[in-house]
């Protein structure tokens, strides 16, 4: 008796703790969303902001937050998923590998504002790319590298090692299992990580300023000054040009990463009905 009471009361509390957390989401995209709701219109998407920010659209923002993000994870899920099949396949000297890990775990540890100090140093300035999309995109690939590659590699870890060693026993080569069997069974757990990458790049402000400049106008190469939407945001609020612009460019921030999010769940279905 005294036992089932125990239970009851730990899954109570861990109801409780999951709808605290989902009023607390609600709380927040609530508010922003009776703050901001009034500024969305067709003009505010698609067109190019005027006096600052304080009238006009924040289409320039919308196209540079895409090429932005777009652009890191081209950088950086290659390096990501390659360096996690490194470890978990090919890497033999257990203690280098630690070594290795716990540099990518300090690497993901670090404030986005040295990202940002760094990018701003070794691209804009050491390598003359300027403030530009190349600049920006390049330092977020740096920044969510980390996220990508420790979360790859807890996915290629989770595939049953019966996989590996029955395509082994039928004679395909260590690269042939990893290809054709390991990656397609991790590619749930991929997408996962290139997911919460996508969330950290495209909210981050301070690295972006620092290296993508802060340019009204929209890009038209990767060489051109960008304002992404989390800077146009920080610009609006901190300058007080106008707090409803900047109550609605968080909403579409949030708009954004919520599609990204069911456009990523749906291909991670797909991919996994297929690998079955």
């Avoid at 000297?93 to 775990?105: D, M």
């Amino acid at each position: 008796m005294k036992r089932l009471y125990k239970d009851k009361l730990s899954v109570g509390l861990l109801w409780l703790c999951g709808l605290l957390s989902l009023a607390f989401l609600l709380l927040v995209v609530g508010y922003i969303f009776v703050r901001g709701v009034g500024a969305i219109s067709w003009e505010f998407l698609t067109a190019p902001p005027r006096l600052m920010g304080k009238e006009g659209g924040i289409w320039p923002s919308i196209v540079s937050t895409v090429y932005l993000v777009t652009l890191s994870l081209l950088f950086a899920s290659p390096v990501g998923v390659g360096a996690a099949i490194y470890f978990f396949e090919y890497a033999k000297n257990k203690r280098v590998t630690r070594y290795l890990r716990f540099a990518t775990e300090i690497l993901a540890a670090v404030p986005s504002i040295l990202f940002g100090l760094f990018g701003f140093s070794f691209f804009v300035n050491f390598l003359g790319l300027g403030w530009s999309v190349l600049s920006g995109s390049l330092t977020l690939a740096l920044m969510i590298l980390p996220t990508i590659q420790r979360t790859a590699e807890e996915a290629l870890a989770s595939v049953p090692k019966s996989y590996i060693e029955g395509s082994l026993a039928l004679g395909a080569t260590r690269w042939q299992t990893m290809v054709q069997v390991v990656l397609p069974a991790a590619t749930s757990g991929i997408i996962t990580g290139i997911i919460l990458a996508v969330g950290r790049s495209i909210g981050e402000t301070a690295a972006v300023l620092l290296t993508a400049g802060s340019s009204l106008a929209t890009p038209n190469s990767l060489f051109s000054p960008a304002r992404s939407l989390s800077v146009h945001l920080f610009i609006l609020a901190t300058e007080g040009i106008s707090n409803q612009r900047a109550y609605a460019t968080s909403l579409l921030l949030i708009v954004l990463v919520f599609l990204i999010n069911i456009l990523a769940n749906q291909l991670r279905r797909r991919l996994s009905r297929r690998s079955a």
